[in-house]
């Protein structure tokens, strides 16, 4: 279940709640001009005692506390003022307070994606913007997603591609919401026999695709210094198994989360010597889910912008 | 611009993320096929439970040539002609040699039922009720010795019926529907074998009602498949309905005498109360010292059958002649060599060295290692053309080995009751899960060098790759962290052992 957390985090979580400088991730509505590059590092940490089987949220003597930790290292660059590039690899590990089970830890899944503003256009008392995310993302080390809860990664290629639809008033608040599809390939495991409703005879795992909704409220404070939010974001695969009862969790799994968090930004704008620094800070709670850990999740990073 | 680039992106990830999408095949990929043998004389073989191919009595049949045959032959031929897609379909699944399909489904439950009770609220456990088995936790908990007994009685039974099917197809010579009327072609390669009685028919009922007892809350579904299969026979054209009936009644039968053994062997003991395993335990401290403990939160407090080692065996006459020797105390040098390879292996496992681990898991929820067994011999049985006599009788020898395998390996794990690495080496964490049964000696290790010696005995030129299997399934235990070296090496040799009394029958039962 945490394998699915993990993925999806990587490439919705933290690329969207992580604001880069100017929150340039997927899932926002802002842009980095021409030939400006971004540079990013952000830490999380989460945990969960708590994990949905199926719908039946329960505990496991066995696993106890769960926890992750990500360390992830970002990077985007304007190929012009309306298109963006964004890349970036998360390294992380995992662990658990019960059972003799060891924790898995390493490179996971490189994320890259485009982002395309299509409008923007002032309406009203504010501006009214569309953009396009597609992405895509490959695993980047040999790490084995059929050892859930503890492995970093669902280990299959995923292609997303998103909306983003955003009204911000003259005077800073803002609304957001964006959709996403997200298509996933097949995980190859280190067996060739595993139950899914029914015998499969493959090295190979079916992983789901899923929808990928985000909503968002947030103000822009002090002269556009600091960016406060208040968000919503949900994942829900379209197919996939649930857990048996007391069975471990498998990457076919129809795992689907909804969360609910804070984010807020710092950009030093008025210190000359530090102007493109900003540093960012984020809190969330999973609040339903299915097949997934019920994660708290805390993450700080630092971000820096410049031009080429 | 910003339109074409989205597109262009977008397309690449697409055909980048799925180009290479597997097929992810359900069941063996295997349509029928010319038998590499017919076995003539199968009938006159050895069987297992009955005392010979005529022990079982059917009808004399109609001659070819009667009214109520002709009338039979109308209808297979009315039914060939109006096939529905999904009969078609049941025909192509079925095959020639339906005892490999009855395999897997038994795989199959065995997986979908290897799941371990969960705890109560309140810490303890309830085990699974074979009175209630609907009732959570669900009866049964197909674990490794489980599944090697129902497979072992589900082989059996098919066995012992088909040697009896061959019996009456070369008593009475009754050819098959193709033969008898030419315009007919049946969707199957071409025998000679005789049709009466249907050896699908048999191996349909007797698997029905072997897996109907193994598994009770599948018996719609095992009826519904059965069904299915006896009607398949006549839409492929290969058998009229009084070839079907004659075989469904034997396979009834050789079921009824299978499960009367199964019904004393003892397995209903095997899950021991507290009280029992806590004297087992307690003698096993007051022998050699040490004693295994469940290291579960909460406690499992008793272990997975403890008395699974008194099961009767198929072909080993007293358990205790195939018990190895005590393991090296805890503390003594060697066990600190044993234990010291276990931490090293954890500190740096190679990715080649946590494939093995993984590969040979089968672990809750799979098909437990008879199951891996079972269905690397179904793929030998597919490329080496075997019968479906044949075929029964490799799967009831390598099924007997294997579960006596278990019952030895059982008996040893109760009497030494050694505790597992998680228990003696602080702090210790592993890549698998340490099941809910002592360490010494290792079920992987027993179980697969008991089925490596079979499929030696039956495909020698398989022999060599059968025993690296079997070795390599034991070192995985090792790589997983779960046993000590010592588990492994001495459950292979004891494995090995016990294969050999289910050989010297296999040698005389008239097969060779």
Redesign the interface.
Known sequence: MKNHFQYILVLAVLLSQLGLVYAQTPADDLMMKKREICLAASYETGSWDQYWEGTRLREN??I?TFSRDIIMPMFAYGI?D??NLLAGVPYISTDAT??????AKGLQDMGIA?K???FNRQVGPGKVSFL?T???S?PVS?Y?S??MPFSIGLKT???T?RGILQYRFDNGIYARGAFAHL????SK???????NN?????E?M?VPNALNYHGAVGAWLLNNSLKLEANYMAVHCLTGDDI?????PQPTNKMSFDQVGLFGQYFFKNIKAIQGLSILAYYSQVIDGRNMGKFQNMGAGVAYQFKL | MKNKWIRIILAFGLVYAFSCEKDLLTHADYADYIFASLDEKGGSWKPILLTGGNQISIPTPKDVTSDDYKNELAALKTAMANLTSDQKKAVEYWTNNPVLRWNEIALELAAKYNIIPQPNADGTYTLPDPANPSKYPQFPFAHPPYTSRALAYLSVAQFDGLISAWHYKYTFNRKAPSDVDNSIVPAYAKTSLPAYPADGAVVATASRDILTAMFPLEKDYLAAKATEHMSSLTWAGVNVKSDIDAGATIGVEVAKVAMARARTDGMSKAQAPRPVSDSIKAAALKRFGWQWDNQETPVRPVGLAPLFGKVKMWNVPNVEIVRPGPPPAPGSAEFNTAAKELQDIAKKITPEQRKIANWWSDGLGTYTPPGHWNRYVKDLLIEYKFNPLRSARTFAYLNMAVMDAGVSCWDAKYYYHYPRPIQTIPGFKTILGTPNFPAYTSGHSTFSAAAAEVVAYVFPNEAQKARNWANEAAESRILGGIHYRFDAEVGITQGKNVAQYSLNRAKQDGAE
């Open positions: 003597g066995n106890g012009t309306k298109i019960g059972g003799q089970l060891v924790g485009v395309a503003e299509l396009t597609a992405g895509f490959f040999n084995l059929d050892y290629r995923e292609v591609l298509w996933r390939g097949q495991i280190e067996r060739d026999y595993y139950y029914g015998s499969y005879y493959s190979w079916d048996r009862i007391y069975n471990a």
